[in-house]
């Protein structure tokens, strides 16, 4: 393991203003994104939305990385330019999502654990020849009004998280760790804090454990956030200091950048919440994006499956990105939005 070389990558991912791109949505969720508007997901469609996304001009300035999806990794450009090579040579590094999905934990009803570590150091070996400099495992923790999730259930995907990220050191990638605890139910800011912060003291256990080098890797949290369905809804600044102080209790300084999740808020609400976290007090780590839906939405919506809409679907994302840039300078005003 070169560990210089993984710090360079890391901290290239986030350099000033910048952030990543996630599309490396899987076969069944981009179908769900392109159903919505009513787009059929065929290999070439997925393919021509992904180029439109890598070819927008000027996203570089604020995206240093974007982590792909198995197929996508393989796929090319219209001109024949493989879409790791077309990235990397616009200064963008290319990623890989390795994990295969949440699946049941058996005996524990209502949790998840992620799948895909047998096998992993050989596809991790490919995918570092096929341009891959990092790479994703997402685990997912769901909060009900009872007692999930439970301890076990934290501590089961945790092991995996670690498991992966020594696994992608080993082999010269960049683990993204992301424990993401879910904003669907009614629960309230305070209790996802509470399960935020075990889960994060948890996974930075078993990552020391597994002898993960914490200035190789970077963090993608969820934010600190009540319920989609609570009725009291914190406030930006509230959600901003109620998830500081959440990774400044359990993500040790090493670690160069947290690269938050939009887990299903609103673009401009991920944007703005991103934006008074870095106008708060400096931290240790650098405060960044890893936006899927609140970076794309917007880029779907333009889109429309049209290739006369393909210049507004960049011009979209190029505005979600430069607007996530100023945020992570703390420089964005919610007043931008309307300018667009
Ligand atoms: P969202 O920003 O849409 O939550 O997606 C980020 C991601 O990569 C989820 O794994």
Same mark, same amino acid.
């Given at each position: 393991?070169?560990?210089? #070389?993984?710090?360079?990558? /890391?901290?290239? $991912?986030? &350099?000033?203003?910048? %952030? +990543?791109?996630?599309? *490396? @949505?899987?076969?069944?969720?981009?179908?769900?994104?392109?159903?919505?508007?009513?787009?059929?997901?065929?290999?070439?469609?997925?393919?021509?939305?992904? #180029?439109?996304?890598?070819? /927008?001009?000027? $996203?570089? &300035?604020?995206?240093? %990385? +974007?982590?792909?999806? *198995? @197929?996508?990794?393989?796929?090319?450009?219209?001109?024949?330019?493989?879409?790791?090579?077309?990235?990397?040579?616009?200064?963008?590094?290319?990623?890989?999502?390795?994990?295969?999905? /949440?699946?049941?934990?058996?005996?524990?009803?209502?949790?998840?654990?992620?799948?895909?570590?047998?096998?992993?150091?050989?596809?991790?070996?490919?995918?570092?020849?096929?341009?891959?400099?990092?790479?994703?495992?997402?685990?997912?923790?769901?909060?009900?009004?009872?007692?999930?999730?439970?301890?076990?259930?934290?501590?089961?995907?945790?092991?995996?998280?670690?498991?992966?990220?020594?696994?992608?050191?080993?082999?010269?990638?960049?683990?993204?760790?992301?424990?993401?605890?879910?904003?669907?139910?009614?629960?309230?800011?305070?209790?996802?804090?509470?399960?935020?912060?075990?889960?994060?003291?948890?996974?930075?256990?078993?990552?020391?454990?597994?002898?993960?080098?914490?200035?190789?890797?970077?963090?993608?949290?969820?934010?600190?956030?009540?319920?989609?369905?609570?009725?009291?809804?914190?406030?930006?600044?509230?959600?901003?200091?109620?998830?500081?102080?959440?990774?400044?209790?359990?993500?040790?300084?090493?670690?160069?950048?947290?690269?938050?999740?939009?887990?299903?808020?609103?673009?401009?609400?991920?944007?703005?919440?991103?934006?008074?976290?870095?106008?708060?007090?400096?931290?240790?780590?650098?405060?960044?994006?890893?936006?899927?839906?609140?970076?794309?939405?917007?880029?779907?919506?333009?889109?429309?499956?049209?290739?006369?809409?393909?210049?507004?679907?960049?011009?979209?994302?190029?505005?979600?990105?430069?607007?996530?840039?100023?945020?992570?300078?703390?420089?964005?005003?919610?007043?931008?939005?309307?300018?667009?």
């Amino acid at each position: 393991m070169n560990i210089d #070389e993984l710090k360079s990558v /890391a901290n290239a $991912i986030v &350099a000033e203003q910048k %952030g +990543v791109l996630a599309a *490396d @949505e899987s076969n069944p969720t981009i179908q769900k994104r392109f159903a919505s508007i009513q787009v059929e997901s065929t290999e070439e469609n997925r393919r021509r939305y992904r #180029e439109i996304l890598f070819t /927008a001009y000027g $996203i570089e &300035a604020t995206v240093g %990385g +974007v982590i792909l999806y *198995d @197929e996508t990794l393989r796929q090319c450009s219209h001109e024949g330019v493989p879409f790791p090579q077309l990235l990397a040579e616009r200064g963008i590094i290319p990623g890989i999502k390795v994990d295969q999905g /949440a699946k049941a934990l058996a005996l524990y009803p209502g949790e998840k654990v992620t799948e895909g570590l047998d096998g992993l150091r050989a596809r991790l070996a490919e995918y570092r020849q096929l341009g891959a400099q990092f790479a994703k495992w997402r685990a997912v923790i769901e909060i009900d009004e009872h007692d999930i999730p439970s301890p076990f259930g934290i501590r089961a995907n945790a092991h995996a998280l670690a498991r992966y990220a020594a696994l992608c050191q080993e082999a010269g990638l960049v683990p993204i760790v992301e424990p993401e605890v879910l904003m669907d139910g009614a629960h309230s800011i305070e209790r996802c804090e509470a399960v935020t912060e075990q889960v994060l003291q948890t996974v930075f256990a078993e990552l020391d454990a597994h002898r993960v080098v914490f200035e190789g890797m970077l963090l993608k949290p969820n934010m600190v956030i009540a319920g989609k369905l609570c009725p009291v809804q914190a406030s930006v600044l509230e959600v901003a200091a109620a998830t500081l102080r959440c990774l400044r209790r359990t993500v040790p300084a090493a670690v160069p950048g947290i690269v938050f999740l939009s887990g299903g808020q609103s673009a401009a609400d991920a944007t703005d919440h991103l934006n008074a976290m870095n106008a708060m007090e400096p931290q240790p780590w650098q405060v960044s994006f890893s936006y899927g839906r609140a970076l794309q939405a917007p880029v779907l919506e333009a889109w429309l499956g049209q290739e006369d809409n393909v210049v507004a679907a960049q011009r979209a994302l190029l505005n979600r990105c430069h607007l996530n840039g100023l945020a992570r300078a703390g420089k964005y005003a919610r007043s931008m939005e309307n300018a667009a």
